[in-house]
């Protein structure tokens, strides 16, 4: 069956998604979780391993901490850029105080930092704060 490979961002559960579906709130056959939320939803780094190597369309992480300044200007951007991108990317976060590890296996040096994946390949990454305009520009259309 043809459709976009999507991992639940709850249940890890790999859904395939009809392509002209993507922007009608599908959900996780398995948890029923919605798998394009409209805002940023925080994930594990189990998850991200298995959506960024995954997924069809494309996911942008945004790497941050609660002890982090322009992290916590740039929370509520990424948010309304998520909502704005619904059914073309998917827009979510790992809080990297919470999980040390995975600053330093991806190499990441600064927060915030975006990293955008498709198919299993790194296709951009991003540090510093942005805007939501600016944040919707820089993301990769599936
Ligand atoms: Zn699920």
């Given at each position: 069956m043809?459709g976009?490979?999507?991992?639940?961002?709850?249940c890890a559960?790999?859904?395939?998604?009809p392509?002209d579906?993507?922007?009608?709130?599908p959900?996780c056959?398995?948890?029923?979780?919605?798998?394009m939320?409209?805002?940023?939803?925080?994930?594990?780094?189990?998850?991200l391993?298995k959506?960024?190597a995954?997924d069809?369309?494309?996911l942008?992480?945004?790497?941050?901490a609660?002890?982090?300044g322009?992290?916590?200007m740039m929370?509520p951007?990424f948010d309304?850029?998520?909502?704005q991108?619904a059914?073309?990317?998917?827009?979510?976060?790992?809080?990297t105080q919470?999980?040390?590890?995975?600053?330093?296996k991806l190499g990441i040096?600064g927060?915030p930092?975006?990293i955008?994946?498709?198919?299993g390949?790194?296709?951009k990454?991003?540090?510093?704060a942005m805007?939501?305009?600016?944040i919707?520009?820089?993301?990769?259309?599936?």
């Amino acid at each position: 069956m043809a459709g976009k490979k999507l991992t639940c961002l709850k249940c890890a559960q790999v859904n395939r998604v009809p392509f002209d579906k993507l922007g009608d709130g599908p959900k996780c056959g398995s948890c029923a979780a919605p798998l394009m939320p409209s805002k940023a939803v925080e994930i594990t780094p189990a998850i991200l391993t298995k959506a960024s190597a995954t997924d069809d369309v494309p996911l942008v992480v945004d790497f941050w901490a609660p002890w982090c300044g322009p992290c916590k200007m740039m929370g509520p951007e990424f948010d309304k850029a998520a909502g704005q991108l619904a059914g073309k990317a998917r827009l979510v976060k790992v809080n990297t105080q919470t999980h040390q590890s995975v600053s330093g296996k991806l190499g990441i040096r600064g927060i915030p930092t975006m990293i955008a994946w498709q198919n299993g390949r790194e296709l951009k990454r991003q540090s510093g704060a942005m805007k939501v305009g600016q944040i919707v520009g820089w993301v990769p259309r599936g």
